[in-house]
């Protein structure tokens, strides 16, 4: 079995947002020359995630609003607990288990092995400075 680990490193300039990162795994993918196996991609920060879906700028704008809604941004520590030690991003917290940490794709014949409209994505919830993400390729 073969193995290839790469880091992909976002700044996103906002609070929010969701970048699509399916071309930079894909190279990955292709420079591991593995034909059959597995890719993980994984947020390495706790108030970052990687999701797959449609790649359509309605649904982003909705997935924002609806995050925004269920752990609305509120740096006052009596809203949030986590906020008490200093910090102001307990919402990202929140947002970033509920969009999830990873994600898996099958590698078939040396490519991401997707349903129709699936891509990756990088999300981040509390953004404006450098964050990584691992992208480890394993197979034959």
């Known amino acids: 079995?073969?193995?290839?680990?790469?880091?992909?490193t976002f700044n996103v300039p906002h609070r929010m947002g969701f970048v699509n990162i399916?071309?930079?795994?894909?190279?990955?993918?292709?420079?591991?020359?593995?034909?059959?196996g597995l890719c993980l991609v994984n947020a390495m920060h706790i108030t970052?995630?990687?999701?797959i879906n449609d790649n359509e700028p309605?649904?982003?704008?909705?997935?924002?609003?609806?995050?925004?809604?269920?752990?609305?941004?509120?740096?006052?520590?009596?809203?949030?607990?986590?906020?008490?030690?200093?910090?102001?991003?307990?919402?990202?917290?929140?947002k970033r288990q509920v969009m999830g940490r990873e994600v898996?794709?099958?590698i078939t014949d040396g490519r991401?092995?997707?349903?129709p409209w699936e891509q990756i994505?990088?999300?981040e919830f509390d953004g404006r400075r450098p964050k990584r993400v691992l992208v480890k390729v394993i197979g034959e």
Request: negative net charge.
């Open 22 to 36: 399916t071309h930079q795994v894909e190279e990955i993918v292709e420079r591991s020359t593995i034909r059959e």
């Open 121 to 123: 994505f990088y999300g």
């Open 112 to 115: 991401l092995d997707f349903g």
């Open 58 to 94: 309605g649904l982003h704008d909705d997935y924002a609003s609806w995050l925004e809604k269920l752990a609305p941004f509120n740096a006052d520590p009596k809203v949030y607990r986590h906020n008490r030690t200093g910090e102001d991003n307990a919402d990202a917290h929140l």
């Open 104 to 106: 898996v794709v099958a």
């Open 48 to 51: 970052a995630s990687v999701f």
């Open 1 to 8: 079995m073969k193995s290839l680990t790469e880091h992909l």
